[in-house]
Each structure stands twice: as structure tokens, then as C-alpha cells.
């Protein structure tokens, strides 16, 4: 899903809107060849001998690996108090490993494979979470007792120069799901 790129918006920004199949790409720079080479498959298809289909989920969590583990370094680093420098409004959006791998096996079970052959396709939650819910839930479990303090956040958009913790806690995007469930059924 990070092939959409950050959304200029926030939670609470009437402007703020689900990036669905049809939002243009636009991948930060470090994703840009996978972002496009993937499309590349659509190139080959029924000729070569398969379907293809190309499934964009969001970061997910469960099990043995997290999207979240970053958030835990900064959870143990911060015992007195969590310094957070983005916007608490920061659209995070992330979903549990077995609800990506229940749409995955949606699609591949879907009985019309016209339907699902040279689509592309988002899988995540409904809901989202923003940076201020998993900064909160991080001070409760952690029992951080100074709470968060929110500093500026960093100006312009992300680039070659941010520091890798920008892409985990200021990429600020929403991603539909409507696609998949009215297709599939499938739910989160």
C-alpha cells in the first residue's frame, strides 16, 4: 500500500480520503522499482501460462513480526517519558497478519478468475489507528508516567534525507478495502 505514497492529510482533515486501486502511485523513492516492476507482471499473463494479480495490504502485525516493533524500541527507550516529533493526527494504518492472509486466500478462492486476473487489489482494516491512539495504548502498557510529548513535527514531505523513523511514524495514509470485499465478501 505504500505504493500510494503519504497522504497530505490527517485524521480529522475533511479532506482526508481512503486510497483505493484507482489512486494514482506514488511511491517514495526507496519502493519506486518495486512499485513499478510489479505492474510488469500484468505484461506477461495468460500467455506465459497464469493469472496474475497484484496485492497491495497494509503494514501488517501478529506473530513473530510487527510493523509495531519500532514503536516498542522507542516504548523502551522512553521509560520516563515517549518524545514523539510528528503529528498525533498521523494516519497509521496496519492490520493483524491473519486478517491480510484471510483476503489473500478471498481472492485465490474467488470461483470467476476473470474477475481477479489483472486487478489490482488493497487489503486492510476498516478502521484506522492514528499516531496519538498507538502513542497512548504504548504509554498504558509501558506505564510510561510522563505521558508523550509531542514535538514539532518536521517540515515538507518525506524524502531520500528523512530518518527511517519518519516512514514509521509520520507516513500519515489510509487505504480502502472495498474493492476486495464487495468482489470476495471478505471482511475484517
Not at 502498557?141 to 530518518?163: Q, R, S, T
Request: glycine share 12%; aromatic share 12%; with cysteine.
Amino acid at each position: 500500500c505504500k505504493d500510494y505514497g503519504p497522504s497530505p492529510y490527517v485524521a480529522g482533515d475533511l479532506r482526508l480520503e481512503a486510497h483505493t486501486e484507482e489512486s494514482p502511485l506514488n511511491p517514495p523513492w526507496f519502493l519506486k522499482n518495486r512499485c513499478e516492476y510489479a505492474l510488469k507482471i500484468f505484461e506477461h499473463g495468460e500467455k506465459d501460462g497464469y493469472d496474475a494479480t497484484v496485492l497491495r495490504p497494509t503494514n501488517v502485525y501478529g506473530y513473530g513480526s510487527s510493523f509495531f516493533a519500532g514503536f516498542f524500541v522507542m516504548a523502551e527507550e522512553g521509560k520516563e517519558q515517549l518524545e514523539v516529533n510528528e503529528r498525533k493526527e498521523t494516519v497509521l494504518h496496519a492490520m493483524h497478519i491473519d486478517d491480510c492472509a484471510d483476503g489473500y486466500v478471498a481472492l485465490a478462492e474467488h470461483g470467476k478468475r476473470s474477475e481477479v486476473a489483472g486487478e489490482c487489489f488493497n487489503i486492510s482494516t476498516t478502521k484506522y489507528e492514528t499516531l496519538g491512539d498507538i502513542a497512548g495504548a504504548l504509554v498504558k502498557e509501558y506505564g510510561i508516567g510522563g505521558g508523550v510529548k509531542w514535538g514539532p513535527a518536521p517540515e515538507g514531505p518525506l524524502g531520500k534525507d528523512a530518518p527511517l523513523e519518519r516512514y514509521l511514524v509520520g507516513f500519515s495514509q489510509w487505504v480502502g478495502n472495498e474493492k476486495l470485499k464487495e468482489l470476495t465478501g471478505w471482511k475484517d
